[in-house]
């Protein structure tokens, strides 16, 4: 496993190797793929069970153009976070932890509702809650859709998302400073042998495919490839052996 070190900003760590790490376009935007040996050519075989990255207190958290965190539009003590996270293959466990009396029950109540209610295009299971914790573990549903949200809210807390499985391919958008609102992102699952045509969103609008087996308008995709759109829709056809994600970026 690699050291744990900083992840890219304050008052974060991580032990996770990064693949494809790069701008997208002029955006300010990186992206970036967290994927183990299956995938990733390191010698020391990245990201296996029980690597993380943490965000150690909520005074990291993301801000607008105002400079202010961005509350979630009805969950008091929950802002935008930095999951931003389209998991293809595997398992994560996202986890929050704080004092006694920071988070009200019945703010954990309206999350865990949120969570439950809302279509990520993911399998929310084993949640675990205390006075003072929250966890649960995601996994991609087996079916074709999209667009979904991704899970860029979390509580005012300490926040982890680690890798609980064998195999694992997800990517990352990370926005500039101050930022957070200005940049949409989401997914799209396409199951094994389906086609899924996607709609371009916004003016500027990026496509991550993270998978092996792509073809979007008859051309292949490799893993990693991150593809401006400059047409309407495109036609993507998934020939992997299982469901795959394409996350989505646009402004």
């Known amino acids: 496993m690699a050291e744990i070190r900083e992840a890219g900003r304050s008052g974060t760590r991580t032990n996770w190797t990064f693949s494809f790490v790069r701008e997208v376009g002029t955006s300010g935007v990186w992206v970036s793929y967290i994927l ?3 995938y990733a050519c390191e010698p020391e075989e990245p990201n296996q069970a029980g690597t993380f ?6 005074d990291g958290l993301p801000r607008g153009a105002d400079g202010e965190k961005i509350p979630h539009p ?3 003590n929950v802002y935008v976070g930095f999951d931003n996270y389209a998991l293809s293959e595997g398992r994560v466990r996202l986890s929050a932890e704080w004092d006694a009396g920071d988070v009200t029950t019945e703010q954990v109540d309206a999350y865990v509702n949120w969570l439950q209610t ?6 929310i299971e084993n949640i675990q809650r205390t006075d003072t914790s929250l966890s649960w573990e ?25 890798i609980v499985s064998d195999i694992i391919s997800m990517v990352c958008f990370l926005r500039p400073e101050n930022q957070a609102d200005v940049w949409n992102a989401c997914s799209y699952s396409i199951r094994a ?28 995709v ?6 401006e759109v400059s047409t309407e829709t495109v036609a993507i056809t998934n020939n992997s052996t299982g ?5 989505m970026l646009w402004k």
């Open 36 to 38: 183990n040996e299956n």
């Open 53 to 58: 990255i943490e965000q150690l207190t909520s």
């Open 74 to 76: 009805t969950i008091p």
């Open 118 to 123: 809302e279509n990520f295009g993911l399998d």
């Open 138 to 162: 995601q996994v991609t549903h087996d079916e074709t859709g999209g667009a979904y949200s991704l899970i860029k809210y979390q509580p005012n807390t300490q926040f982890k998302v680690t």
């Open 193 to 220: 042998g389906d086609s899924l045509t996607i709609d371009k969103q916004g003016t500027e609008c990026w496509l991550a495919y993270v998978g092996h087996d792509f073809v979007a308008d008859g051309a292949p």
């Open 222 to 227: 490799a893993m990693g490839d991150v593809n």
């Open 243 to 247: 469901v795959r994600k394409i996350a």
